[in-house]
């Protein structure tokens, strides 16, 4: 596929959804493609289906518009899934990519193998907005979709500061933010501002960490009754492990919180030395070279030392 028009030939229903706990390029990946058919295909009546985005992300236009559930059967001509690595990742409107004529997956994760009918994976590829961008008519991409292919593109190369950043990535966030956006709102609210109760969450969790692998690892966690305590979410933990990952001669940061009893959400930051998808992967997980995440089942010790053993097994792999 060179073109995003080259699938919508006859099409006159589609739907577009992303991933479960959709994030930054989820999100945008997913209104900008929405956005872009709106205002270009008024002819195709279109869909998009999230899963409770984050309320960071109401500067993207239309988030009102988005639809949590389900609403019963329907058929669509079209279902396009966006930054949705494998088939079991699609969130809510699971049914209607299966009920629908064509489907396609828009993706940069290297673990996608291809679920739907029509695949466009570019695993070198820094988001799945950068592979979107590449799809649609820049000079139809107005303020409206730059600045949904912006913020993906920005939380998923870390403000473009991971390693998946090419010279590519920045030419095109130059040509986005020429659409006249405020480029810098968006990464502060995004990365930067916290609540008063997120400062104290997160000095929790640095005071209470602890350096594992001769100090190559470092873990924070939160267990679900600390959470309460708190009256916190996992949406309240964002950033906490790119803190831990800014530690003095860490290698790989491992953030676990408790969603439920004896079952933990862990997320992976790597400053390079290890690839963190793998073991993402390893458990059931995914992600990137450099940012990745699963869920486990056991107690906190166990998932620590579950994880830091693959982590270790990678170090002395490049060691030998």
């Known amino acids: 596929m060179e073109r995003i028009e080259e699938i919508l030939d006859g099409v ?4 577009i959804a992303g991933h479960i706990r959709p994030d930054g390029d989820c999100v945008g990946s997913c209104m900008a493609l929405y956005l872009y058919i709106k205002e270009w295909y008024p002819g195709i009546q279109v869909d998009v289906y999230l899963d409770h985005p ?28 966006c930054d949705v690595s494998a088939r079991d990742r699609l969130a809510l409107a699971g049914d209607y990519f299966e009920s629908a004529k064509k489907t396609a997956c828009i993706d940069h994760h290297v673990s996608n193998r291809g679920f739907a009918m029509e695949n466009h994976i570019r695993g070198d590829v820094s988001s799945a907005c950068e592979v979107l961008y590449g799809l649609l008519d820049p000079e139809k991409v107005d303020r409206s979709v730059a600045t949904a292919i912006y913020t993906g593109m920005a939380h998923d190369t870390g403000v473009f500061q991971y390693s998946s950043t090419s010279p590519q990535t920045m030419r095109i966030a130059a040509k986005l933010m ?35 692998l001769d100090g190559k690892c470092i873990v924070g966690y939160m267990k679900k ?62 992600g990137h070279m450099r940012a990745a995440g699963c869920d486990l089942a056991g107690s906190m010790y166990d998932v620590i030392n579950n994880v830091s053993e693959q982590i270790e097994k990678q170090l002395l792999g490049q060691e030998a």
Not at 12 to 15: A, D, E, K, R, S
């Open 54 to 81: 984050k309320p960071v992300f109401q500067h993207i236009d239309c988030m009102d518009e988005i639809k949590m559930e389900a609403e019963g059967e329907k058929a669509y001509d079209l279902f396009v899934t």
């Open 12 to 15: 006159t229903t589609m739907g």
């Open 178 to 212: 020429e659409t006249g956006f405020n480029f810098s709102k968006i990464i502060d609210e995004s990365f930067y501002e916290k609540t008063y109760i997120q400062n104290q969450v997160m000095g929790r969790v640095l005071a209470e960490s602890i350096m594992l």
């Open 225 to 286: 009754r600390d959470m309460d305590f708190y009256g916190v979410d996992g949406k309240d933990l964002e950033g906490i492990v790119s803190q831990l990952r800014l530690t003095r001669g860490v290698e790989v940061a491992m953030f676990l919180y408790e969603v439920e009893s004896q079952v933990f959400k862990v997320s992976l930051r790597s400053n390079g030395c290890v690839d963190v998808s793998k073991i993402a992967v390893y458990f059931g997980g995914g």
